[in-house]
């Protein structure tokens, strides 16, 4: 389990850090979601960007929290309808059956894994060296694997790879996406969204359409028709809802921009630091380190701020549910009127 203590002392100290040197946000009035909340009976110890990995061995994922156990010492990356990525520290990454709850493979890549997807048996992922490999299940194969440039620290929110048609997007650890032809790496593609010697990995990644946007730390960018655009802010969170791209920074800013990254409304909580966030149904979640949940409409023009008690261990949000210090809220019982 050292590996697991690990990461999550790491994301603590990436939340917590200057704390004590830190001014905490405080509302002048705060409501009540107790009514809401409902214990789960676990801990998160973990965190990857599309899931949370909890101390009984078993994960929070896309449909909330699944029985399966990933085994000792390992940790939850991804899944898929059929299988569930997990790694542990020396660079085993299980694929794991949904159905039976067998390991189907376990892939020696020999170097912590950091996030990973699969499709259609094909394998994408990102070794904690900012190497990026592809490897298909049906022949035990490593197709391709790379090494980008040398990193010196790493952002624990690390995007996932995405799959589009016949090419893999690579989320790098130093700043640039590299998009590869699963059949055919020499005429691979990068694209540079910021050049930060630390802390730059590429912590957001997704696709609207026929739109890409991809964020670090510091910049976050869109890729479509109409070319690249880019936004420069300190970022804590991103997320998307009906066409909207939203922006939690860490100077408690909420900024919502337009798909070319245009700035069409802002909102501003002093001192907040966000942990988690989210957006859906034209209501955007933003949660406070010091456990204030504010709840905006889609224009960011009306608020409501709910007390759910400070963030002491890691959390996390699927769908419309958070959780939290062993409690669940369901977020779409939650107005901002």
Do not use: W
Request: neutral net charge.
């Amino acid at each position: 389990m050292k590996q697991l203590s690990f990461i999550a002392f790491t994301t603590l100290v990436l939340l917590f850090s200057g704390c004590s040197s830190k001014k905490y946000f405080e509302p002048e009035t705060t409501f009540s979601a107790s009514l809401i909340s409902q214990p789960y009976g676990a801990t998160i110890v973990d965190l990857s960007r599309n899931g949370a990995t909890l101390d009984d061995g078993t994960y929070i994922g896309t449909n909330g929290i699944n029985d399966i156990k990933l085994g000792e010492g390992y940790r939850f990356l991804n899944e898929n309808k059929q299988y569930v990525l997990a790694s542990n520290t020396e660079g085993i990454l299980k694929v794991i059956d949904k159905k039976s709850g067998n390991t189907a493979i376990a892939i020696a890549l020999h170097t912590p894994v950091v996030s990973a997807t699969m499709r259609d048996g094909i394998i994408a992922y990102i070794l904690n060296t900012n190497t990026f490999g592809i490897y298909r299940m049906s022949d035990n194969r490593k197709l391709i694997e790379s090494r980008s440039e040398r990193i010196f620290a790493v952002d624990t929110r690390a995007a996932s790879p995405m799959f589009i048609d016949n090419l893999a997007i690579m989320p790098m650890l130093d700043g640039k996406l590299i998009i590869v032809n699963i059949m055919d790496s020499e005429n691979a593609k990068v694209v540079y969204i910021s050049s930060e010697t630390a802390f730059d990995n590429v912590i957001y990644l997704a696709r609207v359409g026929n739109m890409m946007i991809a964020a670090t730390p510091n910049r976050i960018i869109t890729l479509g028709n109409e070319g690249k655009s880019e936004y420069q802010a300190n970022i804590s969170e991103v997320t998307i809802d009906n066409g909207k791209i939203y922006l939690f920074t860490k100077e408690g800013k909420i900024i919502v921009l337009d798909k070319n990254l245009n700035e069409v409304g802002t909102a501003k909580f002093k001192f907040a630091h966000y942990a988690v966030a989210t957006a859906f149904s034209n209501k955007v979640y933003g949660l406070d380190q010091q456990g204030s949940l504010i709840v905006l409409n889609s224009d960011l023009t009306k608020s409501k701020i709910y007390d759910v008690g400070a963030v002491d261990e890691p959390a996390f949000i699927t769908g419309k549910k958070l959780y939290k210090d062993g409690k669940v809220i369901d977020l779409s019982k939650l107005g901002y009127e």
